[in-house]
């Protein structure tokens, strides 16, 4: 199997025939873990102005930057910059720096002490407007692969809808900057699995993910311009007791000719609400016990060295 080959789902299937929309993305999902998703409705204005806003934070000074390190927060907001993110278990830190941003909340909200509040960059006009806007479409676009999802799992297609409101969902702006030569073993993201429900994943096109298949070979993704990549994470994974499985993937180095070259790319990872419990459902290969979101969310930041 070439994950090359994998041909583009449209997303527009969800509204006009849901159950394709869920034979097909279940087909993929339970067979890679991932999919490629065409058609997902999300403005090209929206993403080329949040993906401009990036571009500028990342390339401020380094000093100003750091302004925007949170101390102690888990990394769930602001920046976190090169070499601090480590895969679990690994012994080099990933080339790369992100930017996150959550879930806007009302002032004194149930979930406002673990959903800290957004942090803003001064220096870069339009930013906030720019990334909530792609941050309500991402999760617009989420919500309607998790109804193609909970068809395939023979639920009701509104399972999901209940358990994301005022989900935990995190938009990580990515930069990856170009490679020297001297990394001396390091790659730009080394291999991990995603700890959330579903990721929506922009930027793609430019070569580098990979995800590992069962058979133990790394497949490159091949994401057409104009697509999304979206795979399942370990919570998904944890309530389906394994139906569906959250895939190993990892970002490798360029080729010499791209090394020159830095990679932006922006997943969101879409999360439950904190206090959602995760009760492995039956029918899969597998059995968790339950636990809320936010304890597993917490669990899996400690291993990261975010927390
Ligand atoms: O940059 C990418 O293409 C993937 C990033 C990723 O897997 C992650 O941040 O979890
Ligand atoms: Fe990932």
């Known amino acids: 199997m070439s994950l090359a080959d994998i041909e583009p789902i449209p997303l527009r299937l969800v509204d006009s025939d849901l159950g394709a929309a869920a034979d097909a993305f279940g087909d993929a999902f339970a067979r890679t873990g991932f999919a490629v998703v065409s058609e997902h409705g999300i403005a090209q204005g929206v993403i080329d102005r949040a993906l401009g806003t990036a571009k500028a934070l990342f390339a401020l000074p380094e000093a100003v930057k750091a302004q925007y390190v949170v101390r102690g927060g888990g990394g769930q907001r602001g920046l976190t910059p090169f070499g601090i993110e480590a895969a679990k278990g690994a012994a080099l830190s990933d080339l790369k720096e992100f930017w996150h941003i959550g879930r806007e909340l009302p002032a004194g909200h149930r979930f406002e002490s673990v959903m800290p509040a957004n942090i803003w960059p001064a220096e870069v006009a339009d930013f906030r407007e720019a990334q909530l806007a792609l941050y309500?479409?991402?999760?617009?676009?989420?919500?309607?692969?998790?109804?193609?999802?909970?068809?395939?799992?023979?639920?009701?297609?509104?399972?999901?809808?209940?358990?994301?409101?005022?989900?935990?969902?995190?938009?990580?702006?990515?930069?990856?900057?170009?490679?020297?030569?001297?990394?001396?073993?390091?790659?730009?993201?080394?291999?991990?699995?995603?700890?959330?429900?579903?990721?929506?994943?922009?930027?793609?096109?430019?070569?580098?993910?990979?995800?590992?298949?069962?058979?133990?070979?790394?497949?490159?993704?091949?994401?057409?311009?104009?697509?999304?990549?979206?795979?399942?994470?370990?919570?998904?994974?944890?309530?389906?007791?394994?139906?569906?499985?959250?895939?190993?993937?990892?970002?490798?180095?360029?080729?010499p000719e791209r090394a020159a070259v830095p990679r932006y790319s922006t997943p969101y990872f879409l999360h439950f609400a904190p206090d959602y419990l995760i009760e492995t459902m039956p029918g899969g290969p597998a059995e968790y016990p339950p636990i809320t979101a936010d304890e597993y969310l917490r669990e899996r930041l400690r291993e990261i060295k975010l927390l």
């Open 136 to 255: 309500a479409a991402l999760d617009h676009a989420g919500r309607r692969m998790l109804r193609a999802i909970a068809v395939h799992l023979g639920l009701e297609p509104e399972f999901f809808a209940g358990p994301v409101t005022d989900g935990n969902s995190i938009l990580r702006l990515l930069h990856y900057p170009p490679v020297s030569g001297a990394e001396a073993g390091a790659i730009r993201a080394g291999a991990h699995e995603d700890i959330n429900v579903i990721t929506l994943l922009l930027g793609a096109e430019e070569a580098g993910l990979q995800l590992l298949a069962r058979i133990g070979e790394w497949h490159d993704i091949a994401a057409p311009q104009g697509t999304l990549v979206c795979n399942i994470g370990d919570m998904l994974q944890r309530l389906t007791g394994g139906r569906l499985p959250s895939t190993t993937h990892r970002v490798v180095n360029p080729s």
